[in-house]
């Protein structure tokens, strides 16, 4: 819009704005109603204003109205693997580190970094290399080598972009997943999905714009909390909505028992009716969006039903997810139910898969963590791509640091642990925007300090943001008389990832 | 948007800044100039604070070429290329013409700053202030409030309080009317909602529409405040954006999340409001209770307030990291709750906008890092437990008794002391006994001493052999000892501590511990070199077992888990270890034996070897071994498993019970269930963390060195079974208690190992286990094992001698053993009077006050030793009053002083906040340069000095909440009707200037309320512990650790499930789903403003919520008991829940659909009784299908926006 020519038609400004802004609760209030509130304006001018919002939500337009750029992803799968998987065991391959089995890290390598106290007090620290063999994939460069752990994820090579040069600030789980997630340490601010939620907004009226999934793993479990998928201080609309599994996938959405769909309906016209003569004598705008959100909650009672419902998905691709994918709650699940709402539009799906925190007994509980884990991530990758939806899908594969090269605890030849270690980890990403079949960064032969490339976690919110067609500096809310970001005062986008 | 620009043009001149901008830009680009004076603070600081003064403000490092715009003085000094400003001469302002240069390279703010540009109309503001004169007035905010003149009015009729004139004027000058009085009804039900939570019911209704008195209203007022049960609602009401504020949860929050106690917290915040505490004092006492003089216990309990922050508990987390993260919290919640202040901006640089340094922030922080706390807790098995410094809140009735107990318990405890060790009987009896059993230790001779990783092993004068030179991580050591001794069974291993050891203790690691994992013997024949066997070993003791892992003596004699350890790390472990062993058979041959000893030392802990040690050997007669007693091995435990009710868990074989081993990697499934070891001593009472049905199971190894029967004495809540090497020995289902020696079973034991398991079933509530080996007649039971043992290794390390001699008193002298008992039962009954003592977590300082200094980037690591600080509060805020003590005492001094410019402020613009939805400054929680400009300036003033002082109404003192909140709701502007007014919204679309009262829905917790009051289900009571409602299962469980005790809900029964939802226990993990969904926060940090959002998840919670089905079917039943027909019980109904009369169709609306719904259910009763089975409450004998009629008609109303809406 041409700031310095002003529309000639009070209603054309209007609907301008429309596009421009989000209209949800008094979240409208405060962003567009500036000069004149679209509400008043709306009630003067007898227009319906839900028209409008329903029309932004349909056209999925968020705060931003529109990306900054060309959008090369439209939708964000994020796996997080909570305790922070090893990378020396999966994707960062060191064959010479066996030579160096059960020698003391070398203090050149070390350089008196902070450990933490689960082995801080360790008399010694015997390097550890991995039991696990590794084979070189073919991908789009000179190929990747990948652990034997993960034989499915082997065979998506060329879609993957590796990077094995991540780092972070956090030594401990619970700032670091937070951090991963929120772009600091400290708790109370919104996470990666309440960000893009707000900015992009919905695609989808019947669906929240921001889900999240949590799975169950073998091994040692660490705790995750409702602040990880908390909005912070954006409106609380972009928090991330807890799918399920069995019966009810969103909470309180099942009608008690005894209730037919259309005794919903016959409860919801009187109270409807009732709502309609509230705003006759109130004129307050809200009460129409109540009505909105009333006929909202309606068609979601049939709409998640739907989409986690496995039934019609043909039995190849069943096949394909694994043998748990029909049980509820099972990372297998979670995978194809992320596909299906991508599928349906939802913005943000986030996967939280637990029990990858390996201090000791590394070999036999990392493996029960792959064998449950590999098949299905790698088929939601295929599926994906073979739906032509990898195109414009950000899949995103990380945990919250890595692990040490020297064992924790007893080290035999079958045998180890490994602590936590925010100084180089491996993630991957794939699809839209993103270089596939490429490595990104290198480590030291110890895997345990970044040689090349070091990517900070502020500049892959950024990268990912871009691909999303945002621009990290210009996703800004403001909250206590600052203008806060995803990306705090940091971030750059890393072009080497994008395709 | 020229258009725009017209229709407020009247409306901008008086107050643009309130109604032109907001906070994504103004969108009054391209606007033509209005006329008008400029105040600096309303129009042009913003745009300074906005654009500039993050490189030309007060934080020095990010200045950049020297200018600083936040002041008169520097930003009109001589500068090298002329002045950024010249009084009166926009002209000759560099500001000006740099603000408006085409030139990327010149143009302010740099385009690549991120920062807007300025538009024309801010461009035109900054010229004309220059025009002006370019005053820098300071910060309204920062300035202390004075009482400002009543403007003038016409319609002076209109006004009530002075709040209505500075509410009128406004008004006025944009030639609008105030609003028409809100309708009785309506009034009613807004006051209700605002002082109380709940809504009127309908004879409140009617007895005040009856009400012609023209006080009418003022008297209500004056009954929600001070009658009951009102004025208990209207504590329960206040208190609720107070814990959003002060963070108050009922779990830790990090990792574990743990479950923690300080309730009694809360209940002294309900007291507070309810008794009307004034605000000096209410602030006073929760930043310095502990600190006054002679503090009460209330007050105490009031300095809870700074300990409600997360607190960590992760292993591998730092414990000085958390001590600075909790003072960093205290001092980001204190500012932001008293002050209005984004301090936590100055952790780690300058303030951006506000005159804050990072030294001023230190200083606050050095009020709050001194705490008597550690940085990180460790979890305990107690839900229920308050994390240190805590204090006890016994109520008034227990103190006495409390204070009995706990003298006769030091009384019992100093005669129990004063039955002296009769040394001379215990050495005759020991004399005896080694007589009767044939003991006489050897210590032979030792022949060899080698070492396979290359240390030095030298026989010494007293039989030992010592360590030196090399000190491999993993070493074998082995020994060969020459003996003419015949028919051994004991083998003594002693290890001794060495003054060139660390520590000089007994091992050779850095920290003086040692690890040993094998311990084996062969014994060869001197005569018959061919003869020789190895000793196999079947039972063990050893004077000390470390506790904190798999470290058990016992682990030695199957080369099971990781070893003997024995603690000698720390300060406590000083002197001698001593363990015996005792052979399967008896050993030695004649002529003379080789021993061959060999200590394996192949731990994970690396050079974790004994650095001297000595062994021998004694002989054994049969009648002693049989009664040496059993040796127990650590217990081990597994589970909760989880079943739909008792029977099930109690039943069910989950695969622990089979086990003839156990085996500590197995995993049992359901979500990884492995044996954890637990250090569970015998003969007590321990809590297992099994919940609502569900099965827990302990176990242990047990070494028996011959055939015998054992009593066993246990206590389960609530079944039990008892496992023997997979085996059912024991079975009993009933629901018991934890207590001490409920039931008996007898072991039929065979010589050698066996596993024993008992499993726990719990139908609800704590569940917990008790067991104990009843001691056989003469047995060496306890520590009386020593006996075995040579004098001076008896006397060695870890008390044992003292400990022996107890055991013997305990055995021999009965005079001894009364008064041990005794001791113990006053122990059992001073915790079960403490159990009924409610524990609170309060603030207590250290002796000496940690220093503080400036962290650079505010890092906790950090700390700029060359920088410290003293406790002071920030300069620009005034300062400490004069004679304020260096403490928290200080700090609260000034908070409430009449120079602190802020705190009143702040305070009652939060309640016109609760009242109005919106503060006069909308960002109640900055007041900072950044804040939102008020929209009545004078107004908040006003108040902000009657709250302080009091005294403008007869008889009101000063920081009177009551009579502040009276005024206020009493007020015409607060009576104004809330429709919506089109020449009003036209031109203030937010309704800042009040033209009409503005809508908002309610809390969370006043829907979830209203909707248990209006059905009759409420239960009101004010405090007590926190309680578990209805929620959706398995969401707890979902995000915690496995360990966690909060990681299972238990939800509650009967009363629990209708309290009041600020009793809904707060689990931070995981807050009530419900509560969440209408917007309440996380409580992990301060909140000082809720959002307000419109959802459909928030319509799914009203329609299927368990505790919304259940309160429609309750207010179903509540109608249907009701006289009168149809429509006099949906107008009873409909005037509960939404306060006023059915008018024109609504009541033909709601009986047409009572009607469907009655003959819909009439056909399918079976889906009636369905509906009708939600809900623990009990249901009465109405017919089903009318029943479920009306109850869809009370789902309809109970969801209505009017209902969760105060109108």
Redesign the interface.
Known sequence: MNQNAPPQDPLETYFLNLTRRQFFGTAAASLGAGLLGPAALASALNIDLDAGRRDAAARGLGSLGAPHTRARARRVIYIHLVGAPSQLDLFDYKPDLGKHFNQDLPDSIRMGQRLSTMTSGQSRFPVAPSIFKFTRCENNEDGAWISELLPYTQKIAKEMCIIRSMQTEAINHEPGITFFQTGTQQSGRPSFGSWVSYGLGSANADLPSFVVLLSEGFGNTQAISARLWSSGFVPSEHQGCQFRSGESPVLFLRDPEGLRREDRRRMLDLAQQLNEREFARSLDPEVKTRIAQAEMAYRMQVSVPELTDLRNEDARTLQMYGPKVLEPGSFANHCLLARRLAERGVRFIQLYNRGWDQHGNLPSELKMQCDAADQPWTALVLDLKRRGMLDDTLVIWAGEFGRTAYSQGDLTDKNYGRDHHPRCFTIWLAGGGIKPGISYGKTDDYSYNIVENPVEVHDLHATLLHVLGIEHEKLIYRYQGRDYRLTDVFGEVLSPLLS | ????VV??GPMLAFCPSVL???????????APPVEKQIFFGRDIRPILSDRCFICHGADEKRRTSGLRLDSFESATEAREDGFAIVPGNPGGSLLWSRIRSSDADEVMPPPDS?KRAL?DEERELIRRWIEQGASFEPHWAFVPPQEPPLPEVKKLAWCRSAIDRFILAPLEAVNLAAGDPADRETLLRRVFLDLTGLPPTPQEIDAFLTDSRPDAYERWVGRLLEEEPYQSRFAERMALPWLDQARYADTN?????AGRQIWPWRDWVLRAFRDNKPFDVFTTEQIAGDLLESPTLDQKVASGFNRNL?S?D?????NEEWLFEYAVDRVNTTSAVFLGL?MN?CQCHDH??DPLTMREFYSMFAYFNSIDEPGLYSQSPDPYRAMEPYIEVPAPEVEPKLKVVTADLQAAEAERDSIGAAADEIQSWLGERHREWGIRWDRGKVIAATSSGGASLAPQEDGSVLLSGQNP?LDDHSITLRTDAVGSRLVLLEALPDPSHAGGRVGR??NGNAVLTHFEVEAASVRNRKQHRPVRFVWAFADFNQENGEFHVLNLLDGRGEGWAVRAYDDAGNGGRTAVFLAEEPFGFEGGTELRITLRYQ?????HVFGRVRLSTAALSESAVDVLPLALGDWHELGPFAANDHDQAFATIFGPEQDIRIDV?R?FGH??LRWVRKFYPDAEVHRTQNAQNSAYYVARHVHVPTARKVDLSIGSDDGMKVFLDGQEVYSNPEFLGDLADQKKTALDLTAGMHTLCLKVSNSGGPGGFYHRVVARPGELYGDLVAALLPQDSRDGGMRLKERFAQSWKLAFSPGYLRAVERVKDLKTALAELRSRVPLTMVMKELQEPRPAYIHIRGAYNRADTTRKVERDVPRSLGGLPAGAPPDRRGLAQWLVSDQNPLVARVIVNRFWEMLFGTGIVK?S??F????DWPSHRELLDWLAVAFRDGGYRDGVGPWNVKAMLREIVTSSTYRQS???R?EA??ID??NRLLAYFP?K?LPAESIRDQALYVSGLLVEKLGGPSVKPYQ?E?LWE?????E?NTRLYQRGDGEALWRRSLYTYWK????P??M??F?AP?R??CIVRR???????????L????QF?EAARVLAQRTLGEAGEDGARATTMFRRVTGRRP????LH??LG?LG??RD?FKEAP?????????GDADRDDSDPAEL?AWT??A???L????TI?K?
């Open positions: 948007m020229a258009w725009v229709a407020a032109g901008r907001d906070e994504t830009g103004p969108l009054v680009d391209g991120n538009n929050g990090i990792h574990m999340d997360m960590c992760e292993g591998g987390a730092i984004t901006c951006k906008y991580p690691s850095s731990s994970r802990y690396a050079q990697g995993d979500g990884g960002t929680e900055d900072g340069f950044q804040s809330s429709r919506r089109a919204a036209m679309p937010q809508r829905r959706p398995g979902a995000v915690a650790m496995r966690s931070r993990a995981c807050p789903p419900s969440q969904t917007d996380t992990e940090t959002m307000t959002t419109n959802t459909p998840l928030q319509v799914l919670t329609w299927n919520d368990v089905v008018q024109g169709e609504e609306l709601l659909v469907d719904f819909r079976q889906d009636a009784t369905r509906l009708l089975s939600q479920a869809m008609v789902q309809a109303l969801s209505l926006d009017e809406v109108g």
